[in-house]
């Protein structure tokens, strides 16, 4: 079974940076694109950024310029650098991956996590 858990959101003011994680563990043959995704109340989800296993990068334009996504192959664990948060980036951030494991390719999501932007 494999399973992708989130860390590192919570309450930050304007301007400032937080960084999340997102490692996925299990019985894990090949992990292809690891992406992020925000969700807002009454929103949308939205992707904001993607990177695949040969390091091609996506970002959403509203994001361009503040967050950085990176991967850590060897730990099976992207990452979403945020800096100059705005109030408007407050969401739920949810990673979610392409996967290859022992029961086959699937595209799995990790549980969330509330990142808020307030002062």
């Known amino acids: 079974q494999v399973q992708l858990v989130e860390s590192g959101g919570g309450l930050v003011q304007p301007g400032g940076s937080l960084t999340l994680s997102c490692t996925a563990s299990?019985?894990?043959?090949?992990?292809?694109?690891m992406n992020w995704y925000r969700q807002a109340p009454g929103k949308e989800r939205e992707l904001v950024a993607a990177?695949?296993?040969?390091?091609?990068?996506y970002y959403a334009d509203s994001v361009k310029g503040r967050f950085t996504v990176s991967r850590d192959n060897a730990k099976n664990t992207v990452y979403l650098q945020m800096n100059s948060l705005k109030p408007e980036d407050t969401a739920v951030y949810s990673c979610?991956?392409?996967?290859?494991?022992?029961?086959?390719?699937?595209?799995?999501w990790g549980q969330g996590t509330q990142v808020t932007v307030s002062s």
């Open positions: 990177i695949t296993g040969g390091g091609s990068i």
């Open positions: 299990g019985s894990i043959i090949t992990i292809y694109v």
């Open positions: 979610n991956a392409d996967i290859t494991g022992a029961r086959g390719r699937h595209d799995y």
